[in-house]
């Protein structure tokens, strides 16, 4: 996987193996709404919770990860759709719509605006159900298979703990809009420089039309003549 961030392995803990923020609850509903069957999830919060899914790779669109279970180790691969470059673009502007939402993005946090305003713009973070693909090597006939949803299921605690991991699955790593913000405010702070002198050339020559329209007044012509000795 190429320019993949290969995430550390989850211990195994107690619990439901369900996520605590509001991003990542949806993130479960998703993968709930891709099951066909409950046992299937019972089963793979299971082997979530067991710590028998190893480190799990994620890249633009795809993620990888191994699962064992008492028949063997079997590897899973899924899909995400990722953006188009206008999907990319609006996201990169929603983000930059508002002040303080890179800080909390940095700082773990998932603003329920800009997942909202980035959705009217056409770039819906969050998936659906039926937006994640996977394969598995096991037999089993559904697809999620239990192996799917149990990487699916840790997939929710990465989005949880990190938004970015989101946004990267979506096509837009973390350096990527990290780059396009930095990027966007240059090109802006160019451009109010640019109008800045525009607006004092503006200024500058008002300035000399104002002069050479005084001076051409008919008083000012009038009192050039009233001193000519000539006349």
């Known amino acids: 996987m190429t320019g993949a961030v290969l995430h550390p392995r989850v ?10 923020t509001w991003w990542g609850k949806a993130w479960v509903r998703a993968v709930e709404e891709a099951s066909y069957a409950e046992a299937d999830l019972r089963a793979a919060r299971t082997l979530a919770r067991g710590g028998q899914v190893g480190q799990i790779a994620t890249e633009p669109g795809r993620y990888v990860a191994s699962v064992e279970d008492a028949r063997g180790l079997w590897t899973v691969g ?3 759709p990722v953006f188009d470059d206008a999907g990319v673009a609006a996201l990169v502007e929603t983000v ?14 998932l603003p329920h605006e800009l ?10 973070l969050l998936p659906s159900g039926f937006e994640l693909g996977s394969t598995c090597g096991c037999d089993h006939w559904t697809d999620p298979c239990v192996h799917a949803l ?3 299921y840790q997939l929710a605690w990465l989005v949880d703990a990190d938004p970015f991991v989101l946004f990267q699955l979506r ?5 990527e809009l990290l780059a396009r913000l930095h ?14 002198r525009a607006v004092e050339a503006a ?9 050479v329209e005084s001076s051409a007044s008919p008083l000012a012509i009038g009192a050039s003549e009233a001193d000519d000795p000539v006349s």
Do not use: F, K, N, S
């Not at 096509?171 to 350096?175: A, Q």
């Not at 200024?203 to 002069?211: H, N």
């Open 171 to 175: 096509g837009l790593p973390r350096d």
């Open 11 to 20: 211990q195994p803990r107690r619990g439901a193996a369900r996520a605590t």
């Open 115 to 124: 997942v909202e305003q980035a959705d009217e713009a056409g770039a819906e």
């Open 150 to 152: 149990a990487v699916l």
């Open 183 to 196: 990027a966007r405010t240059v090109a802006i702070e160019d451009v109010d420089v640019d109008l800045d």
């Open 78 to 80: 899924g899909t995400l």
């Open 96 to 109: 930059a719509a508002a002040a303080g939402r890179v800080a909390a993005l940095v700082a773990g946090e």
């Open 203 to 211: 200024l500058y020559a008002a300035r000399l039309v104002e002069e």
